[in-house]
C-alpha cells in the first residue's frame, strides 16, 4: 500500500488530499512520462452535492494501487510498489486530466 496524496479536489472521492474510495487505478498501459498516465478511478463531484462515501471507505494516507503503466519502475505485476504516490489534477473535471505525479521511467 502506498502513502496518497491526491489534488484531484474536483473528485468525489477526494477529502483533504486523501482518497476514500479504498483502491484505485493508474492508467497509461504505454506511458512515457507522467503526462501519459491518469486516475481512472477519478469520478467528478456533482454540482450542489457533497463527495459520497460508503460507510466502509473513509478517507486514508495508504491505499491500494492497481497500475497498468507497463513503463513505470514502481509497477510489479500491475501493483504500484512506491512507498509515496501524488496523483495531480487540481482543476482536473475528468480522468484524462488526472496523471500519476509520480511515475519514473524504467
Known amino acids: 500500500m502506498a502513502d496518497l496524496k491526491c489534488t484531484a479536489k474536483n473528485c468525489v472521492y477526494n477529502k483533504d488530499y486523501l482518497c476514500a474510495k ?11 512520462a507522467e503526462k501519459e498516465t491518469s486516475c481512472e478511478s477519478f469520478s467528478p463531484k456533482k454540482e450542489g452535492k457533497e463527495s459520497y462515501m460508503s460507510s466502509l471507505e473513509h478517507p486514508t494516507h ?32 475528468s480522468s484524462p486530466e488526472t496523471m500519476c505525479g509520480t511515475f519514473t521511467e524504467k
Open 62 to 93: 495508504t491505499i491500494s494501487i492497481d497500475c497498468e503503466a507497463e513503463k513505470c519502475k514502481y509497477n510489479r505485476s500491475y501493483k504500484c510498489v512506491a512507498e509515496h504516490v501524488d496523483i495531480q489534477g487540481s482543476n482536473a473535471c
Open 22 to 32: 479504498g483502491d484505485i487505478m493508474v492508467g497509461g498501459k504505454h506511458a512515457d
